[in-house]
């Protein structure tokens, strides 16, 4: 019970904060949307932002926490206070040396960069505009690599609001250098926020260097490759970088898709919308559930409390399948109201609508999914296996590939520009329950018959609300209501209306994580179910 209360209060305090970060990112979304549209500049500005964000996803919520959380961990549970920080302040400027390295070769090699992620593109001279931008972005990647190790650091002493609220000074830069008084100084309004974007991530690594300091840590230089901390965490962070790093390989295969000839004219940025606006929903809650496991999950491998550590898991899969299936089914149905609302303004017209829902369709449908994902890969890094999300994720690459292939050139008039993101939610799926399956056998039931009944529930309660959405947006067509706020107030009533009709059905059918969710922090004894399985 203890241990539940303290998933979701961690949660519920990433999530705070988080949401404010994805109102402040949906705000410098517009902002990009409405200057550029779904053109060849925003395709360029997106393609040359999409390569040190990834490295950012790899770093930040991948490879650096799952390798670096265990082994901290353990420095603090059973080393002095000097070791704990004579290991932290080392990889930190090993990691910074690293980092900088990484930064001047990708600036030096932008073109070559580019021409791998648009390689089914023939026409000359098509990307001019993204070798400059990626040049001028990429040592974002040393700011925010090192803003990844201090958020990892500040994780494991359970400090989880500042870190995640970091994002908000990325988005209020790029809005900031959106507005006319500062694009003005640049040769288009993409090179501006392409400069915003490295400011915010230099303000993200800043902001928590007082906190380090605050926990103990000093920053005495000093770069080791024989520290053995630091080889403990790059035995783990090495298969860590590849297990986390297929999934962004993954978007590195997504983008040469995305950028093939036959594909219509901003797909790149349809697809970049979509996962947005995905993100919002992984973001909001089932990436915060996964980031205040993994201590915990570590601890309790560390304990080899096994039974504790299948409980977090289960808990944490239903809970967060009672969050994910619902939005799933609402973002299918009310695809194209929400992009028209969200972003449909300037240079984003009808058409960037529909190319955008389109993705978002497809994305959708694998939302679960890479939910699940987040959550059951830190279950085997808590135990520092490494190899066994390594291999799966390489077979979810393939398949990846495979049915990318299928949609370009078997079934393209079907999804045309949503085959990426199709392939994605199909790898994911495989993914996790390949996954699932080796974890259970690993460590014995899961409580699989509990864990499916649940789902059915939450999956029956949003099928309903699916239907009843569908079916009032028919009676009564989004297209017939004029202007944008109009547009907004009735989506928001229906959103409302959706939500509140599935914890009803929830509440009605006695899901106990309606409970679980919203009263946990009054309860004195654990629901039916919810204890060891």
């Not at 949660?11 to 402040?24: D, E, F, K, N």
């Amino acid at each position: 019970m203890v241990e539940k209360k303290q998933i979701l209060k961690s949660a519920s305090v990433i999530t705070l904060v988080t949401i404010v970060s994805r109102i402040l990112g949906y705000l410098r979304d517009q902002r990009i949307a409405l200057l550029l549209g779904t053109g060849p500049l925003a395709d360029s500005f997106w393609l040359a932002y999409r390569l040190p964000n990834m490295l950012r996803r790899l770093v930040g919520e991948g490879a650096m926490s799952a390798a670096f959380i265990p082994v901290f961990t353990g420095y603090v549970a059973k080393r002095s206070s000097a070791e704990v920080w004579e290991f932290a302040n080392r990889l930190f400027w090993t990691l910074a040396l690293l980092l900088a390295v990484m930064t001047v070769f990708g600036m030096i090699f932008s073109r070559e960069v580019v021409l791998l992620f648009t390689a089914l593109d023939r026409t000359p001279g098509h990307w001019e505009d993204a070798i400059g931008l990626n040049r001028l972005v990429f040592p974002y990647v040393f700011f925010i690599g090192l803003a990844a190790l201090a958020m990892a650091i500040l994780n494991c002493f359970h400090i989880f609001g500042p870190p995640a609220a970091t994002p908000v000074l990325l988005n209020v830069a790029i809005i900031v250098f959106s507005f006319g008084a500062l694009r003005r100084h640049f040769a288009d309004p993409a090179q501006a926020l392409a400069f915003g974007v490295l400011l915010g991530g230099a303000f993200q690594f800043l902001m928590l260097l007082p906190l380090l300091t605050k926990q103990g840590m000093r920053f005495e230089f000093g770069i080791s490759f024989r520290h053995p901390g630091i080889r403990s965490v790059a035995r783990l962070m090495a298969p860590a970088f590849l297990g986390y790093g297929v999934y962004q390989i993954n978007v590195v295969v997504n983008t040469i898709f995305a950028t093939a000839e036959r594909m219509p004219e901003g797909t790149l940025t349809a697809l970049q919308y979509g996962d947005r606006i995905m993100e919002l929903v992984l973001g909001g809650y089932a990436i915060a559930v996964a980031t205040a496991i993994l201590p915990m999950m570590s601890h309790q491998a560390a304990s080899l409390e096994y039974e504790k550590l299948k409980q977090t898991f289960a808990f944490s899969l239903r809970i967060v399948s009672f969050i994910t299936i619902p939005a799933m089914v609402g973002l299918v149905v009310m695809r194209e109201p929400i992009i028209r609302v969200l972003f449909q303004y300037g240079e984003f017209d009808a058409e960037s609508t529909t190319l955008t829902a389109r993705a978002l369709l497809y994305y959708a449908l694998g939302l679960p999914a890479l939910a699940g994902v987040k959550l059951i890969v830190p279950g085997f890094y808590s135990s520092q296996d490494v190899r066994t999300p390594v291999r799966v994720a390489i077979y979810a690459l393939i398949l990846n590939c495979v049915v990318n292939v299928m949609c370009l050139h078997l079934f393209f008039p079907i999804f045309q520009n949503g085959g990426p993101a199709l392939a994605t939610s199909v790898a994911a799926y495989f993914n996790f329950f390949v996954l699932f399956v080796i974890f259970r056998q690993r460590y014995g039931r899961l409580g699989t018959l509990d864990i499916l009944i649940s789902i059915g529930k939450t999956t029956f309660c949003a099928a309903v609300m699916g239907a009843a959405c569908h079916l009032a947006l028919q009676l009564s067509p989004f297209e017939r209501f004029q202007g944008a706020l109009t547009h907004a107030v009735v989506l928001g009533f229906l959103i409302l209306v959706a939500t509140a009709l599935f914890l009803g059905l929830a509440w009605l059918l006695r899901c106990p994580e309606v409970e679980e969710v919203w009263g946990i922090t009054r309860r004195s004894r654990p629901a039916s179910g919810a204890g060891a399985i």
